[in-house]
């Protein structure tokens, strides 16, 4: 079976389309694929349904919804020696769709992030690009962008889409590390028109333009950035993002890439080591939350 909720929702078995065409059919489908291998309580499908209040008729109506999938299960694993009821089970006091996690573009995009993650800690910018962009591939476009949501499947596509964004930036400060300003140039300008508030992007903007010999171009990002804080949150700019703006002005040596064969010059002070080498690390809460 393959998944996915990065985008319009998909489903397929054997290469058959099991995807429901009413709307609440395919919200619990979505539901029980993001907790996969889990069983998923009757109250909380009900609660992802139709909220705090549910009709009298819920349970029943639940009922037929779950042996509609049942049915557009088994219609698509004709041939194959599976029973639809050994994939999506019945438990005491709820339902588990019995796939492999990998199955589901989500838990895929979640494996791949804490690989890309954990090379980026471990030093190896190559890995984590490399990992993240894999994750970021798997997007094709908003989380569960085609489907109605109660509150739970809410919760999913605001988690799923932050931590696209997140991803996004631990990548591009693994791309900026390997000298790759160049590359990310037209992507950032997207990204920051995009996220007219998060910082974190913006400075990643900063050093990219400034690298590449635009000085005057990231000046100017730094004021648009700060012309947008001031009028929606009637905030400056984070410290470290002002530092950069320092560092861009009078032309800071510690701005330039790093040569891997090259260390850092020694006896800097922590703050100013992560304002100027990797704007991510010193800006990443900050910019998420107002981004």
Same mark, same amino acid.
């Given at each position: 079976?393959?998944?996915?909720?990065?985008?319009? #929702?998909?489903?397929?078995?054997?290469?058959?389309?099991?995807?429901?065409?009413?709307?609440?059919?395919?919200?619990?489908?979505?539901? #029980?694929?993001?907790?996969?291998?889990?069983?998923?309580?009757?109250?909380?499908?009900?609660?992802?349904?139709?909220?705090? /209040?549910?009709?009298?008729?819920?349970?029943?109506?639940?009922?037929?919804?779950?042996?509609? $999938?049942?049915?557009?299960? &088994? +219609?698509?694993?004709?041939?194959?020696?599976?029973?639809?009821?050994?994939?999506?089970?019945?438990?005491?006091?709820?339902? $588990?769709?019995?796939?492999?996690?990998?199955?589901?573009?989500?838990?895929?995009?979640?494996?791949?992030?804490?690989?890309?993650?954990?090379?980026?800690?471990? @030093?190896?910018?190559?890995?984590?690009?490399?990992? =993240?962009?894999?994750?970021?591939?798997?997007? /094709?476009?908003?989380?569960?962008?085609?489907?109605?949501?109660?509150? /739970?499947?809410?919760?999913?596509?605001?988690?799923?889409?932050?931590?696209?964004?997140?991803?996004?930036?631990?990548? =591009?400060?693994?791309?900026?590390?390997?000298?790759?300003?160049?590359?990310?140039?037209?992507?950032?300008?997207? $990204?920051?028109?995009?996220?007219?508030?998060?910082?974190?992007?913006?400075?990643?903007?900063?050093?990219?333009?400034?690298?590449?010999?635009?000085?005057?171009?990231?000046?100017?990002?730094?004021?648009?950035?700060? +012309?947008?804080?001031?009028?929606? =949150? @009637? =905030?400056?700019? &984070?410290?470290?993002?002002?530092?950069?703006?320092?560092?861009?002005?009078?032309?800071?040596?510690?701005?330039?890439?790093?040569?891997?064969? /090259?260390?850092?010059?020694?006896?800097?002070?922590?703050?100013?080591?992560?304002?100027?080498?990797?704007?991510?690390?010193?800006?990443?809460?900050?910019?998420? &939350?107002?981004?």
């Amino acid at each position: 079976m393959e998944i996915k909720v990065l985008g319009p #929702l998909e489903a397929v078995e054997a290469e058959v389309s099991i995807v429901p065409t009413a709307g609440k059919p395919r919200q619990l489908l979505a539901l #029980l694929a993001l907790n996969a291998r889990q069983m998923v309580p009757v109250v909380a499908m009900m609660d992802e349904l139709w909220g705090p /209040r549910p009709p009298r008729s819920a349970a029943t109506t639940l009922q037929t919804y779950i042996f509609q $999938l049942r049915r557009s299960l &088994s +219609a698509a694993m004709v041939g194959t020696g599976r029973d639809a009821k050994e994939v999506l089970i019945t438990r005491s006091a709820g339902y $588990l769709l019995e796939t492999p996690m990998g199955d589901v573009d989500a838990c895929r995009f979640d494996e791949l992030t804490v690989r890309g993650y954990a090379a980026f800690e471990a @030093g190896d910018p190559e890995a984590a690009s490399r990992q =993240l962009g894999q994750a970021l591939g798997l997007w /094709r476009g908003p989380a569960l962008i085609d489907l109605p949501r109660g509150s /739970r499947l809410e919760i999913e596509a605001t988690r799923l889409d932050e931590s696209r964004v997140a991803a996004l930036e631990r990548r =591009l400060d693994a791309d900026l590390q390997l000298g790759r300003h160049h590359e990310i140039l037209g992507e950032l300008a997207g $990204l920051t028109a995009q996220y007219p508030l998060h910082e974190n992007l913006h400075a990643q903007f900063m050093l990219a333009l400034y690298r590449c010999g635009m000085s005057a171009r990231a000046l100017e990002v730094f004021r648009r950035l700060r +012309a947008s804080l001031i009028d929606e =949150l @009637g =905030l400056e700019p &984070s410290a470290p993002v002002q530092r950069l703006q320092r560092a861009v002005l009078s032309s800071d040596p510690m701005l330039d890439p790093v040569h891997p064969l /090259r260390p850092r010059t020694p006896g800097l002070g922590a703050d100013r080591r992560q304002a100027l080498e990797g704007p991510g690390r010193a800006m990443a809460p900050r910019a998420g &939350s107002r981004g």
